[in-house]
């Protein structure tokens, strides 16, 4: 995937524990003609990419940081028709399981792939909604942890491009919401993943339901694309202020990552162009400093979003990137924002014993 030693760095604090707690696995190769030329940047990456599975994680996991265990976040993959409409969400989560199990039989070494599994249920089904959280729950029962269900949206559709683009104010609606409430119940969690403008969004909803845990995915992914393009610093106050807001949550808790996506601009070109981790950190900066000032490291977990954030870093750079970021802070605060805040919020802290 990455060329050969294009971005070979010595691996920082290489024995510094790591749950990495959002990656996706995919074959996207049978979808290939369905994506539009000239590709938009993200789905550029997503060709790059095309086939992302156990074989390219496990690769990343032995890059030479120390990952004892990661999170798949759903993606829209290896959905099984035959369940029916709502319930084909259910396949990918067992064929995430089936990769779990064979990272968890240890021949492939110590850490622990998807040891935490993020599944996808439409909300929008309302009540409806609590039948296919429990199939998902029956599939994978020591490792399901709950759902996203993402809202991105913005008025104008070069920022998503063609495969994202979720209905308008989605996280406001009463039928969402009818859903949203599904998960309390059963002791889930639910990943929101949003752009900067929407963040009100997420904050409205955390005020609705505050027993609700929710992680905010990507720093809520600040935007450099399309109508956006050179304002990222023109925005960065409206994003930070809604961070602060946002904070005040404490059901919530923060994503530190998502900044190497093709939407942020942060680098602007990839897919992996090459990038170092000084570089990267000096980038990422403002955004990571920001987010860890308002939730604290108790409520905020560094994450690769890969293969996605292979637009803008190398998996072993990145990593090295979080570690400049975090030179100043003390051995505690680093075991809670690379791996402690993860155990937590998604029931991960054997992985710590």
């Not at 996706?24 to 190769?29: P, T, V």
């Not at 622990?112 to 609590?130: E, K, P, Q």
């Not at 959280?133 to 029956?138: E, G, R, V």
């Amino acid at each position: 995937m990455t060329p050969a030693n294009r971005n070979a760095e010595d691996i920082l604090e290489p024995d510094l524990p790591i749950i990495d707690p959002h990656h996706h696995l995919w074959d996207l190769r049978p979808m290939i003609p369905m994506f539009p030329e000239p590709h938009h940047p993200f789905i550029a990456t997503l060709v790059d990419n095309a086939h992302y599975t156990f074989d390219q994680l496990n690769a990343h996991l032995a890059s030479g940081h120390n990952i004892i265990g990661t999170v798949f976040m759903e993606c829209g993959a290896f959905y099984n028709a035959a369940y029916g409409e709502a319930l084909k969400t259910v396949g990918e989560v067992e064929f995430v399981n089936g990769v779990a199990a064979q990272s968890a039989s240890g021949l492939y070494g110590p850490g622990r792939a998807c040891a935490g599994i993020i599944g996808h249920a439409d909300l929008t089904l309302g009540s409806g909604a609590g039948e296919v959280l429990d199939a998902l729950t029956t599939v994978a029962p020591h490792r399901f942890r709950g759902i996203r269900h993402q809202g991105a949206w913005d008025a104008d559709p070069q920022v998503l491009g063609p495969p994202f683009h979720a209905p308008q104010g989605l996280y406001r609606a009463a039928t969402f919401r009818a859903g949203f409430a599904e998960l309390g119940s059963r002791g889930l969690t639910f990943d929101a993943w949003v752009l900067e403008p929407q963040l009100p969004d997420v904050i409205d909803l955390a005020r609705a339901f505050p027993d609700q845990p929710i992680c905010l995915d990507h720093c809520g992914t600040p935007l450099g694309v399309a109508a956006y393009k050179g304002r990222l610093h023109e925005r960065f106050d409206i994003w930070r202020r809604h961070i602060h807001e946002l904070a005040q949550c404490e059901n919530v808790v923060v994503k530190l990552g998502g900044l190497a996506m093709a939407f942020c601009a942060l680098p602007e070109d990839g897919p992996a162009a090459g990038h170092g981790s000084e570089h990267l950190a000096a980038l990422w900066r403002p955004y990571i400093e920001t987010c860890i000032e308002a939730f604290g490291p108790d409520r905020a977990m560094f994450e690769s979003n890969y293969p996605v954030d292979y637009w803008g870093a190398d998996y072993a750079v990145l990593w090295n990137a979080f570690k400049r970021l975090t030179r100043s802070a003390s051995a505690d605060e680093k075991a809670a924002l690379f791996a402690g805040t993860a155990a937590q919020f998604y029931g991960l802290e054997d992985l710590l014993a």
